[in-house]
């Protein structure tokens, strides 16, 4: 969906290094959520954003960090890279909680 | 513990039948239930939302139950078509509002 945008698309890392996924969304929604999605495991909350200074911690939020740095943008820190942490990840916005619009998702593979 | 499953392994169904995926929860009191589509590759997109004080839903040929009761919602395509083919997703909503409870998903084929 064109209106929740996610970079990088598909990303290599190696075990200990920074990185961040970036999230932006043209729906003027003020909830943002980030996700991860596993085979067998479905897609889990890492944290969730109500509003620029709202930050919550999802289901599995250890090892990742979040920045709402403006309402249509809010990214996700991983600050040392485990292999564990391969997997596909969604961000998405909704307005008033309810239905939610996905980004496209960003494949990350750690080594 | 709580739980949200769906069907377990993947369906595959003869075009022009009618496709029905399950999703049962356990230790959840959900607002509302919501039913999502996903592809290969691709974020989840939207299909229906039903609340907990609603049985059914209907969009196109897509319906939605909801019993609280039995703590499942079916999830029906009737005249099922090749471009359905995808995963679906059911996933619960809280009377906070603060998250969404996401199952695992279940595949769908349906064969020209």
């Known amino acids: 969906d064109a209106d929740v945008t996610q970079t990088p698309r598909n990303r290599i890392t190696k075990t200990g290094k920074r990185i961040m996924l970036e999230c932006s969304q043209t729906?003027?929604?003020?909830?943002m959520y980030w996700y991860r999605q596993d085979p067998g495991l479905g897609l889990r909350l890492i944290y969730y954003s109500f509003d620029v200074k709202d930050i919550n911690k999802g289901e599995i939020s250890d090892g990742y960090s979040v920045s709402r740095q403006a309402q249509a943008k809010f990214s996700l820190s991983l600050e040392s890279a485990i292999p564990n942490q391969t997997a596909l990840y969604f961000c998405?916005?909704?307005?008033?909680?309810?239905?939610?619009?996905f980004g496209p998702g960003t494949r990350l593979l750690v080594l | 513990s709580q739980k949200i499953e769906q069907n377990s392994e993947a369906l595959n169904i003869q075009e022009g039948k009618t496709a029905t995926l399950t999703c049962n929860y356990t230790n959840y009191s959900p607002a509302y239930l919501q039913w999502y589509r996903q592809d290969p590759g691709r974020g989840p997109v939207f299909l229906l939302l039903?609340?907990?004080?609603?049985k059914e839903k209907r969009k196109e040929r897509l319906k939605v139950t909801f019993d609280t009761t039995l703590k499942q919602s079916l999830f029906h395509i009737t005249a099922s078509q090749p471009a359905d083919s995808a995963t679906y997703l059911c996933a619960l909503g809280t009377f906070t509002g603060n998250q969404f409870y996401f199952g695992t998903g279940t595949s769908l084929t349906v064969i020209p």
């Open positions: 039903i609340r907990e004080n609603e």
């Open positions: 998405a916005t909704s307005e008033g909680g309810e239905t939610q619009y």
């Open positions: 729906k003027g929604h003020d909830r």
